[in-house]
């Protein structure tokens, strides 16, 4: 995978993951139907951790949560990690 593409992909995961963020948190509020919080990890997992870090602290939403709050860093190093390997290569 070329680096341009897997800076695509991220660009694009990144975004709709920020985005699944802002939903819950609005449905949060309301009272309403919840995004499941693995919905939430799977994009973060699939090249979306910089915009799920991002919702995290834009919106103020499951930053208490441990499993969120460690885990999604941790998979944005593994990601920043690949993204190098692929440029060294």
Known sequence: MHVQVFLALTAVMSVF???LFGIDK???RRGMWRVPERTLLAACALL???GGLAGMRAFHH???KPRFRYGVPALLALQVAL???LALR
Do not use: H, M, P, S
């Open 83 to 85: 993204l190098v390997a």
């Open 62 to 64: 499951k930053t208490r």
């Open 48 to 50: 979306g951790a910089a």
């Open 17 to 19: 993951t920020f985005c």
């Open 26 to 28: 609005r449905r949060a």
